[in-house]
Antibody, heavy 119, light 107 residues
Framework: QVQLVESGGGVVQPGRSLRLSCAASGFTFSLYGMHWVRQAPGKGLEWVAMISADGSNNYYEDSVKGRFIISRDNSKNTLYLQMNSLRAEDTAVYHC????????????WGRGTLVTVSS | EIVLTQSPGTLSLSPGERATLSCRASQSFRSNYLAWYHQKPGQAPRLLIYGASSRATGIPDRFSGSGSGTDFTLTISRLEPEDFAVYYCQQYGGSVTFGGGTKVEIK
């Protein structure tokens, strides 16, 4: 079954860290760039980060640069997002999304995992 | 940053009616790199259209995309019950940004 399943969300205090995972199945994970996209409660979608198929290149939205790290393990078909120095405004559902392979639109999404940053 | 403005914010229609959703960009971007998604509560977004007018795999032909430059449109020719959802446009011609969404609700 072609799917992406996120995990690792939860409630965390401001300034602390959290690591999200995204397990991929049903397609050749190592051939595709992967992304994280977040959605604050009741709000729209915001792109967060991208990693190339082989993991050699990554890109970040300005507000998370220097705080978040995207990585992948192609042997485990898993995408990660290490989130450090978390802020209240990082509260959101975090979706992983599969890149199309050619351009940065997303042809498969996971349901997401909720991260709540609160004291 | 390219800002996408979607209108209307909410569209109230009945099954069988035609829906027309607008997405306007603050500046033009590369090669009509525009996609449309819909999302139902608690579910993952689903890709409908890419390249402004190409339907994604498995998307029925009642969905069509059009437009160029800074003005784009998603048309649903005859609304089915499963089409009531929130619709987002996304540009990928200059980094990535999304519109704020249009909710298509049952009248």
């Amino acid at each position: 079954q072609v799917q992406l399943v996120e995990s690792g969300g939860g409630v965390v205090q401001p300034g602390r860290s959290l690591r999200l995972s995204c397990a991929a199945s049903g397609f050749t994970f190592s051939l595709y760039g992967m992304h994280w996209v977040r959605q604050a409660p009741g709000k729209g979608l915001e792109w967060v980060a991208m990693i190339s198929a082989d993991g050699s290149n990554n890109y970040y939205e300005d507000s998370v640069k220097g705080r978040f790290i995207i990585s992948r393990d192609n042997s485990k078909n898993t995408l990660y997002l290490q989130m450090n120095s978390l802020r209240a405004e990082d509260t959101a559902v975090y979706h992983c999304a599969k890149g199309s392979g050619v351009a940065w639109y997303f042809d498969l999404w996971g349901r997401g995992t909720l991260v709540t940053v609160s004291s | 940053e390219i800002v996408l403005t979607q209108s209307p914010g909410t569209l109230s229609l009945s099954p069988g009616e035609r829906a027309t959703l607008s997405c306007r960009a603050s500046q033009s971007f590369r090669s009509n790199y525009l996609a449309w998604y819909h999302q139902k509560p608690g579910q993952a977004p689903r890709l409908l259209i890419y390249g402004a007018s190409s339907r994604a795999t498995g998307i029925p032909d009642r969905f069509s995309g059009s437009g160029s430059g800074t003005d784009f449109t998603l048309t649903i020719s005859r609304l089915e019950p499963e089409d009531f959802a929130v619709y987002y446009c996304q540009q990928y011609g200059g980094s990535v940004t999304f519109g704020g969404g249009t909710k298509v609700e049952i009248k």
